[in-house]
């Protein structure tokens, strides 16, 4: 029991991912929500629904140049004084490039061939619904999953290591839950492809704290992290 409480990361991913196999309807009938034949996705254009979607499109614009500032400001001005805030920067910005960025966008989204809600019949388009999962040639790039919007917002997740506060875990994943919801309004993606975002970064938060932080999880709790030096 000890065992799947630390990693329930996994049987997490794996019940969701036989729940969608078995019931891929789910994906349908929620998406189905925020859809009626006459105006179709007709919440898309919500001030709320849009100021999500253009900040976490264009927030890693923002991000990217800040930690690396960030980074080579701490070593021009403090050394190796500040050697575990910049393995810290690191990892953030690794997370970010290889989670939302390297495997979101250039694997997932590149080669599962699942079309967007907004182009299957269900809802009006000429495309054929594909389950989560399911390889599909629906779509030949930037395609349904995963969301690349909810992906971002989970990266946030990422700060439970920085802070050494686990809650950021779950505050990652609201944050990322949040704005698949505005991706979801949009007809833009299914429920699977906002919920499968968060493993995806979160495995890449884990491996990439063993190798640069020297321990997979973060302390529960406010406890200050320490970071290998």
Request: proline share 7%.
């Amino acid at each position: 029991m000890k065992l799947l409480l630390r990693f329930w990361p996994i049987p997490t991913l794996l019940a969701l991912q036989l729940l969608f196999w078995q019931v891929p309807v789910i994906d349908l009938t929620v998406s189905g929500w925020f859809w009626d034949a006459q105006e179709g996705f007709f919440l898309r254009e919500l001030p709320p629904v849009q100021w999500s979607y253009g900040l976490f499109r264009d927030l890693p614009y923002v991000v990217v140049p800040m930690l690396v500032w960030l980074f080579f400001a701490s070593w021009w001005w403090r050394g190796k004084a500040e050697a575990g805030l910049r393995r810290r920067l690191l990892f953030l910005f690794l997370v970010l490039a290889i989670g939302p960025g390297l495997l979101v966008n250039e694997v997932f989204k590149a080669e599962s061939g699942r079309a967007r809600p907004a182009t299957v019949e269900a809802f009006g388009g000429e495309r054929s619904f594909t389950p989560a999962f399911e390889p599909a040639d629906q779509c030949a790039s930037n395609c349904s999953f995963v969301s690349g919007h909810a992906a971002m917002g989970f990266w946030f997740l990422a700060f439970a290591w920085v802070f050494g506060d686990r809650r950021w875990l779950w505050w990652g994943g609201v944050i990322g839950l949040l704005v698949g919801l505005g991706r979801l309004v949009q007809g833009a993606h299914f429920l699977s492809d906002v919920l499968f975002g968060y493993p995806v970064v979160l495995a890449t938060a884990l491996v990439l704290a063993r190798l640069l932080l020297g321990g997979w999880w973060p302390p529960v709790g406010g406890a200050t992290a320490q970071p290998r030096r």
